[in-house]
């Protein structure tokens, strides 16, 4: 068997045997990237002797008889977080050149628990979109079929997962961008409770969503990474001192009696009908498996993309106000004055997205229109919120599609931008609340893979495991891999 293809499990039980060594599985990842990442562009950056550097470094506390889940396990960052001495672009031409001077809270832990960084994956620029075509460097290409794409934001992480170039990727997710790949990618990828794994050296985008996680090639190698990134970071404030379990433990208890609520208005309007048979023939397969399910309803909904689009814009002019052209990254040369200069850094730097938002951000956010968008917006938001807190104190969790259609084709929808915000109206729901929430693969369409969302309880990231594992005990979708 080819050892870029294990899963964490897999590899770490033969590592921790002396059947394999870290530098073997970071070589096959190394040449699975080489022999395909031509015709995908899952990455921006792969860095080859840092790699094989940080495996050898493994191979030796391996062999010192230390023990580990993630140990010499090989793994790619979405390049919007900050990996010390590696080139941390987010996509974007402002940033080209930048080199992260210190490394983000969650890959300090992956340090110390010894994983390999193999690179860097591409992502639609500074993670705003749904399609991975929002970058300055070009889409990456969905490994199930290369003309369409892979999902957005961190597109070239779960391609690159799909493709075994890498045992696990890291993603963030502020409004999807997580789940949204991972479902036309056919990978499990899972967007934390907000807080629960810490943000300090994310670059940021919209800082009251934004959260990292792990894409992976089952639900239960979802847990080992969430279990090594998570916890209190003194500096992310917004990571709080809540214990984190150890997932492995309960991950094999029955869906037997389990609550899961199905929320209306989750599959109705633009659901594709062979998505939802798939969603159909899953909830199927858990019944089977004993978990109870009840239609419940989230009638507020209908208005996420909404307040979701007026909020993330404001923070994103906020947070991408440090973009200056003097503090970071590209900066245009021989202005006249200081003004000019903003402006020729920032114009030449952004891509028509990102600047489409921080113009949409700076409007709601102005003295006139504060009151009637942002502050409208985070009123509807905290009725979201408390509205799928109440649904889920009566439910165990919460069961949608992730998408409601499948991979669309280079190009099809990145003319117009409203089309491609709908992308995003099953998943922003727990980004606005704050919940756990995470896609794993339910099956095909034509090929393309179909994802269904799982909701939790805050910090109740162990019964999504728990439903998925179980999913993934007696279905084989999460198995499939493309032909390439
Ligand atoms: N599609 C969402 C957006 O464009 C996803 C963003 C994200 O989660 N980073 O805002």
């Known amino acids: 068997m080819t050892l870029n293809k294990l899963t964490i499990k897999e590899a770490s039980e033969k590592l921790q045997k002396r059947k394999i060594t870290a530098v073997q599985l970071t070589r096959a990842c190394l040449a699975r990237i080489k022999e395909v990442d031509g015709k995908i ?3 921006i950056t792969v860095c080859d002797d840092k790699a094989m550097e940080m495996a050898r470094e493994a191979d030796i506390r391996l062999k010192n008889g230390e023990n580990g889940d993630l140990l010499g396990i090989p793994y790619l960052v979405k390049d919007n977080i900050m990996t010390r ?3 941390t672009t987010a996509s974007s031409k402002i940033l080209e050149n930048y080199t992260a001077p210190f490394s983000a809270a969650i890959i300090k832990k992956l340090n110390q628990a010894g994983a390999v960084i193999l690179g860097k994956t591409n992502l ?11 970058s300055a460097f070009g889409p990456t290409h969905n490994p199930w079929n290369l003309d369409r794409v892979p999902g957005g934001s961190s597109g070239g992480s779960a391609a ?3 493709a075994n170039m890498c045992i696990f990727a890291l993603g963030t997710d502020t409004g999807g961008s997580i789940r949204h790949p991972a479902s036309f990618c056919s990978v499990t990828g899972l967007k934390p409770t907000y807080g629960r794994s810490s943000r300090f ?3 940021a985008m919209t800082s009251s969503t934004d959260v990292p996680g792990p894409l992976t090639k089952t639900v239960a190698d979802a847990g080992i990474v969430l279990a090594a990134i998570a916890g209190q970071d003194k500096n992310d404030a917004t990571t709080p001192d809540e214990p984190v379990p150890d997932y492995g433990q309960d991950i094999d208890k029955s869906v037997k009696g389990l609550k899961i609520g199905l929320p209306r208005e989750y599959f109705t309007g633009g659901l594709n009908k062979e998505v939802k048979q798939a969603i159909d023939a899953a909830i199927k397969e858990l ?3 004993g978990a109870e399910f009840l239609e419940v309803s989230l009638p507020h909904t209908k208005y996420g993309i909404a307040s979701y689009y007026i909020i993330t814009p404001s923070e994103i002019s906020s947070n991408l106000a440090r973009f200056d052209g003097i503090r970071y990254g590209f900066s245009a040369k021989e202005t006249e004055d200081l003004i000019t200069g903003y402006t ?11 600047k489409r938002r921080i113009m949409l951000g700076t409007y709601a956010l102005s003295a006139g229109y504060f009151d009637a968008y942002y502050l409208q917006a985070q009123k509807v938001r905290t009725i979201i919120k408390e509205e799928m807190d109440e649904v889920l104190s009566s439910v165990d969790c919460l069961l949608t599609p992730t998408s409601p259609g499948t991979a669309f084709k280079i190009g099809e929808q990145s003319g117009d931008p409203l089309q491609m915000y709908l992308e995003d109206v099953f998943v922003t729901g727990a980004s606005l609340a704050g919940l756990p929430a995470m896609s794993i693969p339910a099956g095909f369409v034509n090929g393309l893979p179909v994802g269904m969302q799982l909701i ?3 910090f109740d990231e162990a019964t999504l495991f728990r439903v998925g594992h179980s999913f993934q005990t007696t279905t084989e979708w999460h198995r499939e891999k493309p032909e390439l």
Not at 344 to 352: M, Q
């Open 85 to 87: 001495g590696i080139k």
């Open 41 to 43: 562009k899952a990455c």
């Open 201 to 203: 050296g994310l670059i």
């Open 160 to 162: 690159a997962v799909a």
């Open 456 to 458: 939790g309880k805050r």
């Open 344 to 354: 020729k850094s920032r114009g030449h730097g952004f891509g028509p997205e990102v």
């Open 287 to 289: 019944k089977k498996q």
């Open 124 to 134: 639609d620029e500074f993670a705003h979109g749904a399609s991975t075509e929002n």
